[in-house]
């Protein structure tokens, strides 16, 4: 039995994929996940980096993948505070940059209507600690808070029938999953279309606590919106451990194997707002935890080894 397959009367099982990946394991990702989410492909610095210059070569590639298998696609991501060109915010006041935005919000609807079943349309736009809401950025400085309602408004013109998500990290930490949820009240309140809420997961073996993953879970479904995992994985380090290691102990496989069951067990629990849980990755030989927090330091946070062997913590959620 595959991923999938023990998952369909739950929630979609996605994963996110460049073209690389799929060359390599495409017969492994087909057989266990049913949704696929571009890693870098669809970003506005790969897709636009220039002006003049478009490449759609390899965001094209996974999106005919996703057809030919029957898979939905993830749209990942039309406006973000990172990976857009500068090009994009050049010598541009509140009225153009509406228009840059507006335009590249159209071009990747259009191109995508087919095979993109959502959208992540606003990603990581509210701040972590800070006593302000939004994270500062060039979006709200040259246009204001209102980009971000801008955005879904432009986004559900291009795309009514498509679901619209607003998506972001350390969405458990109570402070800052407050906020999303009040800022997203807020937005629905003024009959902003936005649809769901991408709860990225970025998680380790010592976090979240389960009760701040449930809370924020039941904090977001409140809102009547729906629930997406989006960029799962577990670290097998603290985030502030910055050791290296040639292979993970026989405790950190132990206390990863722990936490995907739990981790799952919730999801599971949550199936009636949780439509899709996607990694982020395939095999623990890509993921860009072998670059973040510390450069070149293997970790080995997903459920596929380097070679696509299986890890424990792939059984783990496949025993219920
Ligand atoms: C964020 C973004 C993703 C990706 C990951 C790290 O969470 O949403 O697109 O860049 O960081 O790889």
């Known amino acids: 039995m595959t991923l999938k397959e023990k998952y369909k009367d739950y929630f979609q099982i996605g994963a996110a994929v460049s073209g690389e990946t799929l060359k390599k394991h495409g017969a492994l990702i087909s057989a266990h996940f049913n949704s696929i989410t571009c890693t870098n492909s669809m970003k506005f610095s790969s897709v636009r980096p220039t002006v003049n210059k478009t490449n759609f070569n390899e965001a094209d590639e996974i999106a005919a993948y996703a057809k030919e298998h029957n898979m939905s696609l993830r749209g ?75 955005a879904f408004r432009e986004a559900k013109k291009a795309l009514p029938k498509t679901d619209l998500f607003y998506n972001d990290y350390n969405e458990t930490d109570p402070i800052k999953s407050k ?24 998680y380790s ?39 290296r290691m040639d292979a993970p102990t026989t405790e950190m496989v132990r206390e990863q194997v722990r936490a995907y069951k739990e981790f799952f067990e919730v999801f599971r629990y949550y199936k009636d707002v949780i439509e899709s849980v996607s990694l982020w990755g395939v095999t623990d030989e890509t993921s860009w935890l072998n670059y973040f927090p510390v450069f070149e330091r293997k970790n080995w946070p997903l459920l596929f080894h380097d070679d696509e062997r299986p890890k424990e913590a792939y059984y783990s959620i496949m025993d219920f």
């Open 205 to 243: 073996i010592v976090h979240p606590a389960l009760d701040e993953l449930k809370r924020a879970i039941e904090l977001y479904a409140s809102l009547g919106v729906k629930i997406h995992i989006t960029e799962m994985d577990v670290s097998m380090f603290h985030f502030e451990d910055h050791s």
């Open 179 to 202: 906020k999303i949820y009040e800022y997203i009240k807020n937005l629905k309140q003024n009959d902003v279309p936005i649809d769901g809420i991408g709860m990225q997961a970025h």
């Open 76 to 150: 990942h991501t039309l406006v973000w505070h990172n990976q857009t060109p500068d090009w994009v915010f050049e010598s541009a006041n509140r009225e153009i940059l509406l228009h840059r935005m507006k335009e590249h919000i159209h071009i990747m609807a259009d191109r995508y209507r087919e095979v993109a079943t959502c959208w992540d349309v606003v990603n990581e736009a509210i701040d972590d600690k800070n006593n302000f809401i939004l994270r500062p950025s060039k979006w709200t400085t040259i246009i204001g808070e209102d980009f971000i309602e801008e």
